[in-house]
């Protein structure tokens, strides 16, 4: 158990170092003109909302002055991270200074391996995020416009972050693994299906203003 929580406090930390040295920029994401795949179908909201469109990139500009980072720690219910298939939330990871929101996962018992998945929103740019991570892969997801992955390091291959714009910053997911048998693929594959999973709720709460205290 200590071994866990040191494991948690130390991605924590990495978690908040690298928004700290993230400079707030106008949001410009890559490949802006990728037009949807053929054949999807645009995601739509609950009854009482308007209808999202997931496949239509979002933008946003962090120095308007209506301009409000999206917080998934607050502004998700719980039944949004547990039908995403999200573990018990650890307060440890939990990180927040009004330019980045961060709460972390721990995987449960009956997942397939040990980890945590970190789900963070933050207000700067591709480009910031290129010069100061190691960019796995962009164009990552067939759902979802302009979805890029990275890792803090070229050599934390036990780490992968799925990252998309939305009408209130950028959704980040992190997933962490401890289980050495796990492969950088893998581990990759399993952040995007976080985020494919969480956008369409994050989109549509930002697009719509919906929000909980």
Do not use: W
């Amino acid at each position: 158990m200590r071994q866990r929580l040191g494991s948690l406090r130390t991605l924590s930390t990495a978690i908040a170092i690298t928004y700290f040295s993230l400079s707030l920029t106008s949001c410009t994401p890559p490949d802006a003109d990728t037009a949807p795949s053929k054949g999807e179908t645009p995601a739509t909201g609950s009854a009482d909302t308007a209808p999202i469109d997931v496949h239509s990139p979002a933008t946003f500009d962090p120095k308007d002055p209506n301009f409000k980072l999206f917080d998934p720690c607050t502004e998700l219910d719980d039944e949004v991270f547990q039908k995403a298939g999200l573990g018990k939330r650890s307060r440890i990871g939990d990180e927040s200074d009004g330019s980045f929101h961060t709460c972390t996962f721990a995987t449960d018992e009956s997942s397939a391996y040990f980890g945590t998945v970190s789900i963070s929103t933050n207000s700067v740019d591709f480009e910031t995020v290129a010069k100061k991570t190691h960019i796995v892969k962009t164009e990552a997801s067939q759902k979802i416009p302009q979805v890029y992955q990275y890792r803090l390091s070229e050599q934390s291959k036990n780490e992968c972050a799925s990252v998309a714009q939305t009408s209130r910053g950028q959704l980040d997911v992190l997933v962490m693994s401890f289980d050495k048998a796990m492969s950088p693929e893998l581990i990759c594959g399993e952040s995007l299906a976080f985020l494919e999973t969480l956008y369409a709720e994050v989109e549509m709460k930002s697009r719509n203003g919906t929000r909980r205290n």
